[in-house]
């Protein structure tokens, strides 16, 4: 018995290392996908990107992800930081999987070698340098852009701006905190405003989460309560100028007004009627991208709020105590101030610059990519959110390829039959034909090809290719460019990231138009943009609210709107 257990033993051992002997399938090597970025793109794309099927790292100066609509509202004291931002490891973590994240920054791209170069700002190895390369298949480039200041002299120095101030706000807030146990996790809850540690029972609260800015502005009101200050003086200190009519700096504007007039006057009523907030814009009015009602609106709203609201004047120069503004009825004039914001748009980053210098789009602005948001001539490397746009095909750059493939029996002649054919991909390929017809109130592909045959019959209607191309000569008019907006840059990563789940089905199986350069058809449908409306928050408890179908809501009804759309 005990040679049979042992045999049974030493067959059942032989028979354990013959499995293991045997060799397993070894699986091909994931394709290397390297995300530059945390904010709405970026973040956006890492959501919803099937993680097990790349290898996925993620650069970014950044180590969390904001929620930068709520930003004037972290300024002015209605919210705090640590509401609106979350670690970007956790955001990782909820994926599963193995997905690298290096606190450092991107400053060179090598699209050559598909390499980019990074350097790290919190640490360097033993000889001082924190500088290393990182491969990649797959680069998606998503670091937004940096403040323009048009190169005005004195804003860098004497001006807060927003999403630079948030950094610095959580970053200082963040690195306060005293570390006594290396395995807590910390929870960010970006919606109620706290913040939470999974090993500790406690909220962590207190005024260390206050922005940059209130400080400011508490700091302006304490200098002006100075008992031997002058009432010039004292004016001087409590003039809060906001440089920048858009949504950002009118929200400011009116979120600023609110904290003013309802805490600050009970803790300062000394001076509170010496308090003045301006707003400047270059443009004929504030808001332009919204519908004139909404814009009227606001102004008449400032306006009774004693918000001065100057349109028309161009900043020219900032100075420690006085702000220089052109305007071409009255000239040059200096004001002074106490603090002032700038929010007057976005520019691009200095490493994006040089990258576009090296592609051949060096005379652009942002970086271009077509409709699938890949960078035009850079191979693997896509763009979304404020770094890039999207440079829509134009019909008449394709005009002769579409007559050719809908001309299938060589005739040299479209019938309205063989134009409705490939109609659809059209639409698809190349939307601004269907806003053409739309904004020109037309039926149908037939009643625009009748502008080049006069009143003949749409039925029997058939074009050559020069009242082909007179036919749709101005369709190209209607070819929009997409807002810098958290909503587009969203849209663009949730898109970005399906198409990458969906790579290797697509080679056999694609869903895209069919291809007018070439055969088959594009592995995708190109990205196409869904507004979904637009908020512009007016303080008093009163928002503008434009959504889509021309509906625009102005009042209490649409803030309770606004705080709806955010609690979800």
């Not at 919803?48 to 969390?64: A, E, G, H, M, T």
């Not at 200041?149 to 807030?173: A, R």
């Not at 002006?224 to 949504?247: C, I, M, Q, T």
Request: with cysteine; net charge neutral; proline share 4%.
């Amino acid at each position: 018995m005990i040679r049979n257990c042992s045999s049974g033993g030493l067959v059942a051992y032989a028979d354990s290392r013959s499995d293991d002997s045997v060799e397993k399938p070894q699986l091909p090597p994931r394709k290397k996908v390297v995300v530059l970025g945390t904010g709405w793109g970026g973040t956006t794309f890492l959501r919803n990107l099937d993680s097990r099927l790349y290898d996925v790292q993620v650069i970014s100066p950044r180590n969390y992800f904001a929620f930068t609509p709520l930003l004037p509202s972290v300024t002015s004291g209605t919210v705090e930081p640590r509401s609106i931002v979350e670690p970007i490891r956790r955001v990782l973590a909820k994926k599963g999987g193995e997905i690298k994240f290096w606190e450092a920054e991107c400053f060179k791209i090598d699209p050559a070698n598909k390499k980019i170069h990074c350097r790290s700002s919190i640490g360097t190895n033993l000889d001082g340098n924190g500088e290393f390369l990182v491969d990649y298949d797959y680069l998606v480039v998503a670091v937004g852009a940096r403040v323009n200041t048009f190169n005005t002299p004195g804003v860098v120095e004497n001006c807060h701006f927003l999403k630079v101030i948030l950094h610095y706000e959580f970053m200082t807030w963040f690195s306060k905190i005293i570390i006594t146990n290396f395995c807590f996790i910390f929870i960010v809850s970006t919606l109620q405003g706290v913040l939470v540690c999974s090993y500790c029972p406690y909220t962590i609260t207190g005024s260390r989460g206050c922005s940059k800015i209130r400080r400011s502005v508490m700091d302006c009101f304490e200098r002006a309560s100075l008992p031997y200050l002058n009432e010039e003086e004292r004016k001087k200190n409590l003039h809060f100028v906001v440089v920048g009519g858009g949504p950002t700096g009118v929200e400011f504007a009116a979120s600023l007004h609110d904290f003013v007039t309802e805490d600050l006057s009970k803790l300062y009523p000394s001076v509170q009627h010496l308090v003045k907030i301006s707003l400047i814009e270059a443009a004929d009015h504030i808001l332009t991208m919204f519908d004139k009602r909404i814009t009227n609106f606001a102004e008449d709203k400032f306006g009774r709020d004693g918000i001065d609201v100057k349109t028309g004047y161009k900043v020219v120069k900032v100075s420690k105590d006085a702000i220089t503004m052109q305007n071409p009825a009255v000239g040059d004039i200096s004001v002074p101030y106490g603090m002032a914001v700038w929010s007057t748009g976005i520019g691009t980053r200095p490493f994006i610059v040089e990258f576009m210098k090296q592609i051949g789009q060096g005379n652009r602005r942002v970086l271009a990519t077509d409709e699938w948001l890949r960078v035009r001539e850079c191979d693997g490397v896509y763009a979304v959110g404020d770094c890039a746009t999207i440079n829509q095909r134009k019909v008449m750059e394709d005009i002769s390829e579409i007559f050719r493939v809908a001309d299938k029996d060589k005739s040299g002649t479209l019938t309205v039959k063989e134009i409705q054919d490939i109609l659809e991909d059209i639409f698809v390929r190349y939307p601004q034909v269907q806003l053409y017809l739309k904004s020109k109130q037309m039926n149908g592909i037939a009643d625009l090809l009748r502008t080049a045959k006069g009143d003949a019959e749409k039925e029997s209607m058939e074009l050559n290719i020069e009242e082909f191309k007179k036919a749709l000569s101005l369709v190209d008019s209607q070819v929009k460019f997409l807002p810098a907006t958290a909503q587009v840059a969203s849209q663009q990563g949730q898109y970005l990231a399906r198409c990458f789940n969906k790579m290797k089905d697509a080679e056999e199986n694609p869903e895209g138009p069919i291809r007018i350069r070439g055969e088959g058809r594009h592995r995708f449908l190109p990205f196409r943009y869904r507004h979904l409306g637009q908020f512009a928050p007016l303080g008093g408890e009163q928002t503008a609210a434009q959504l889509p179908g021309d509906w625009i809501s102005i009042g209490h009804s649409s803030q309770w709107l606004w705080y709806s759309v955010y609690a979800t």
